[in-house]
């Protein structure tokens, strides 16, 4: 094996990345500060700063029209991606909580793009399943419950578009899924990476990204 890059990411080298990345909006800043202040313990759930912009870029990179989220939290990846979207494009965004979703509401009106989303607060696998069956998705985030990853992806792989990426959070799930007798969140991380490995109807990279990020892409 060959290694390529030794690069450690201290806190000044990450500060450096984001400092050279799209700065967050004055709103997208504000419910990150907003989340951490409210939600203290919970706030570890927000998708990392750097994942906002990055968002943002793949909704433009893919011209995604068509969005599903699964995992909404405060809202954070919501708004970024809506901000990307046209004006007539949609995102479904899937939650079961509404105390926490309450926040991104107000910070999507703020932002002017509630009219782009659609909460659907719900068992998300219960939202997937209402959806049309054919391919209409072009762009997936994938950031809630790890038990259920592998159920997530079979509800959305046949409803995504050719061409259409699927973007999944925590795939190093803090490392643990190098062990393999990992049980519970880490464990189910293990087998989801192993099961989107093996799909042959898509085509994916990890990446070392925050938690670990993956990019399936439909064939």
């Excluded at 995604?64 to 699964?70: G, K, L, N, T």
């Excluded at 973007?167 to 189910?188: I, K, Q």
Aim: with cysteine; proline share 5%.
């Amino acid at each position: 094996m060959t290694k390529g890059n030794s690069t450690k990411i201290t806190d000044e080298l990450y500060q450096y990345v984001l400092d050279h990345n799209p700065p967050l909006d004055a709103v997208q800043q504000g419910l990150v500060t907003s989340t951490y202040e409210k939600f203290p313990e919970s706030a570890g759930m927000q998708s990392a700063h750097e994942q906002g912009p990055l968002l943002s870029f793949l909704v433009r990179l893919t011209g995604a029209r068509r969005i599903v989220e699964i995992g909404t939290f405060t809202g954070f990846s919501t708004l970024s991606m809506a901000q990307a979207l046209p004006a007539d494009g949609a995102l479904i965004a899937c939650d079961i909580s509404e105390e926490w979703t309450a926040y991104g509401r107000r910070a999507w009106e703020e932002a002017g793009v509630a009219d782009r989303i659609d909460l659907r607060i719900a068992p998300a696998l219960d939202t997937l399943r209402a959806m049309p069956g054919e391919p209409h998705i072009d762009m997936a985030y994938v950031d809630a419950d790890k038990e259920n990853q592998i159920a997530y992806w079979e509800e959305l792989v046949p409803r995504m578009r050719p061409g259409g990426l699927i973007v999944s959070d925590n795939t190093l799930f803090h490392g643990r899924v190098l062990d393999e007798g990992a049980t519970g969140a880490a464990g189910a991380m293990r087998a989801f990476n192993d099961h989107v490995l093996a799909d042959e109807r898509m085509e994916s990279v990890l990446l070392a990204i925050s938690d670990g990020l993956t990019l399936s892409r439909k064939r």
